[in-house]
C-alpha cells in the first residue's frame, strides 16, 4: 500500500492556505498546533495527526479525501477501492504517529536511567573525595538531584502527552494529573505548547541531575554557606524557567 505523498500533501496545504488568505499561525492557532507544524506540514517534512485532518478539511474548506490525495476531486467521483485506499492511508498515517511518539517515549525513559546511573557515579565519587558533612550531602547535594530525577522520572515515563481538549477549548492556568499538580505564572496550558513544555522539562531536568554533582563541588570551594545555599535553591527550583519559557513562546 502507497503512503501519502508528503510533497504533494504540502504543495496542496500552501496553495489552499493562501487561497483562504491564512497565515500559518492562524491555521495553527485554529487547530492548537505550532507554527511549526504547520510549516512542516507544507514543506512535505511531516503529515498532521489523523485526529487533525477533519477540522484541517473544515478550516480550508476542501473534504478529508481531497486533502489526502493532494488535488481538488470537483466534478470527480471516487471510486469505491479508492476511498478504502485513502481512509487505510490515513490509519497508516495514525499508526506511524504513534509509532514516532512511542520511539521518543523510549528515548527519554533510556535518558533518564542513564543520566540517573551518571549522577549516583558523580555523587558517590563526591562523597568519597570530600568527606560530606550530613548537611552537605541531605540539604545541599541530594536535595536537587532528588527533585531533579524525581520530577524528571514523571516527565519522562508518566507524563500524558497529549492533554484533554478541553484545556484548549479555556483558559486553562493548572495542569492536574494525579497528585501531581503545576501552575506556571502567565501560562495557559494547551495542546499547542505543551509537548514544548514537556520537552524543555525532561531536557533542563536531566541535565541539571548530570550537572549538579560537578557544579556543587566548585561552589562548596568558591562560595560561603549562604552562597551555596542560594546556589542550591537556585538549581533547585529553576526548572520552571525553561517550562515557563516555551509555554509562553508557543501559546
Not at 85 to 101: I, M, T
Request: hydrophobic share 45%; glycine share 6%; aromatic share 12%.
Amino acid at each position: 500500500m502507497e503512503s501519502i505523498d508528503r510533497e504533494k500533501f504540502g504543495a496542496f496545504l500552501f496553495q489552499l492556505r493562501k487561497e483562504k488568505d491564512f497565515t500559518q499561525q492562524e491555521v495553527a492557532d485554529r487547530l492548537f498546533v505550532s507554527n511549526k507544524a504547520v510549516s512542516k506540514w507544507e514543506r512535505g517534512q511531516s503529515l498532521p495527526d489523523i485526529s487533525l485532518l477533519t477540522p484541517l478539511a473544515q478550516l480550508l474548506e476542501v473534504s478529508v479525501a481531497e486533502l489526502l490525495k493532494g488535488e481538488r476531486l470537483t466534478g470527480e467521483t471516487l471510486e469505491n477501492g479508492e476511498v478504502k485506499d485513502l481512509v487505510n492511508r490515513a490509519v497508516r498515517l495514525s499508526e506511524e504517529e504513534r509509532g514516532r511518539r512511542a520511539k521518543k517515549s523510549r528515548f527519554w525513559r533510556k535518558a533518564w536511567v542513564a543520566c540517573a546511573a551518571l549522577a549516583a557515579l558523580e555523587t558517590t565519587a563526591l562523597i568519597a573525595m570530600n568527606q560530606l558533612s550530613a548537611v552537605e550531602l541531605w540539604d545541599f547535594l541530594l536535595l536537587v538531584e532528588g527533585l531533579s530525577l524525581g520530577f524528571g522520572a514523571y516527565f519522562c515515563f508518566f507524563v500524558k502527552e497529549t492533554l484533554p481538549r478541553y484545556y484548549d477549548e479555556n483558559k486553562i492556568s493548572i495542569y492536574s494529573d494525579g497528585i501531581f499538580r503545576m501552575n506556571l505564572p502567565g501560562v495557559r496550558f494547551n495542546n499547542s505548547n505543551w509537548p514544548h513544555i514537556i520537552a524543555a522539562a525532561r531536557g533542563w531536568l536531566l541535565g541539571t541531575a548530570v550537572l549538579w554533582p560537578p557544579v556543587f563541588w566548585l561552589g562548596r570551594r568558591l562560595l560561603s554557606g549562604m552562597g551555596l545555599l542560594y546556589l542550591t535553591l537556585f538549581f533547585a527550583l529553576s526548572f520552571f524557567l525553561p517550562m515557563i519559557y516555551a509555554a509562553r513562546k508557543h501559546q
